[in-house]
C-alpha cells in the first residue's frame, strides 16, 4: 500500500515483457497490485490494459481508462475503453468520461448506439448523461482539441448518418424535467437535424432486429411524444419475442 514502494515496484516490472506481468498481475488478490499494473501497461503503452477496465476494483478501473486514454494514449484498447459505458455504467466519473470520449473519437455505429442508451439512462450521473449527449451533438464537427484534458488531439467529424439513427429517441430528452439535459438534448437534435417523429419511433420500437435497448429508448420516447399511440402500442409489446421488451412493457403497464 506504500506510495513509495509501489512506485519502486512499478519501475522493477516496467523490465519484463507485458504478457509476464499480465499473467502475473491480473488475477493478483491483492488491488494494489493490480492498480500497480496498469500503471505499468501504461508506461509500457500496452493494450493489455484493457484487461482491467472489468477489475472488480473501481480504482483499478480508472487507472486502466487513464492508462488507455491520457497522453500518450494506447489507442488499439479505444474499443475496450469504449465500450465500458455500456459493460459498467456506474464506472467512476474520470473513467466514464473517457469512455465517453473514446466512442466519440471511435464514432462508429456502436459507438453512437452507447453514448445515445448511456445518455438516456437515469440512473447515471447528471454531468456525465450531457457529457454523452454532447458527444453526440459534436458528432459532425472538428475540434484539434481533447475533450477531457484539452490536449492537442484532432478530432474529425464523423458520418452524421450512424449518430442520427442511434440519437433519434435521445430527442425526446429535450422534454426532460432538467433543464441541463434537455438543453444538451436540444443541441443533438439541432446539429443532427433530428425531428422527433411518432411514426419513426413506432418502427424502430417494432423493429425485432432493433438493439433491445435502442427499442426500449424509443417507447419511452413516445409515451412522451405521442401518449395516444403509445398507449395503443403497449399491450402487443407484452408478447414480443424479446424478454427486455416484455418486461419492460409490464413495468409501464403496472
Not at 477496465?53 to 487513464?66: N, T
Not at 435497448?213 to 405521442?226: E, M, N
Request: aromatic share 4%; net charge neutral; glycine share 2%.
Amino acid at each position: 500500500q506504500d506510495t513509495y514502494l509501489r512506485h519502486a515496484g512499478v519501475l522493477a516490472l516496467t523490465a519484463s515483457p507485458a504478457e509476464r506481468i499480465a499473467a502475473k498481475t491480473l488475477t493478483h488478490k491483492s488491488p494494489a497490485v493490480r492498480l500497480a499494473a496498469a500503471v505499468v501497461f501504461r508506461r509500457l503503452n500496452s493494450p493489455l490494459a484493457a484487461e482491467l477496465l472489468a477489475d472488480p476494483d473501481p480504482k483499478v478501473v480508472a487507472e486502466a481508462a487513464h492508462a488507455i486514454y491520457d497522453d500518450p494514449p494506447i489507442t488499439a484498447a479505444y474499443p475496450e475503453l469504449a465500450d465500458l459505458i455500456r459493460t459498467n455504467p456506474k464506472a467512476t466519473f474520470p473513467a466514464a468520461r473517457r469512455s465517453i470520449a473514446a466512442n466519440r473519437y471511435l464514432a462508429n455505429a456502436e459507438s453512437a448506439t452507447r453514448l445515445a442508451n448511456y445518455a438516456a439512462n437515469e440512473a447515471v450521473e447528471t454531468p456525465l448523461r450531457i457529457a454523452a449527449l454532447e458527444a453526440l451533438a459534436s458528432w459532425t464537427q472538428a475540434s484539434e482539441l481533447n475533450p477531457v484534458d484539452g490536449r492537442y488531439d484532432p478530432l474529425k467529424p464523423a458520418d452524421a448518418a450512424l449518430a442520427k439513427a442511434a440519437a433519434l429517441p435521445v430527442a425526446a430528452l429535450q422534454q426532460n424535467p432538467d433543464k441541463s439535459i434537455a438543453t444538451a438534448a436540444a443541441a443533438v437534435s439541432k446539429n443532427l437535424g433530428i425531428v422527433v417523429s411518432a411514426a419513426d419511433l413506432e418502427k424502430e420500437i417494432l423493429d425485432p432486429k432493433a438493439d433491445p435497448a435502442s427499442r426500449i429508448r424509443s417507447l419511452d420516447a413516445l409515451q412522451t411524444v405521442k401518449p395516444d399511440v403509445f398507449a395503443k402500442l403497449l399491450p402487443a409489446l407484452l408478447k414480443d419475442k424479446s424478454p427486455e421488451i416484455r418486461a419492460h412493457a409490464s413495468r409501464l403497464l403496472s
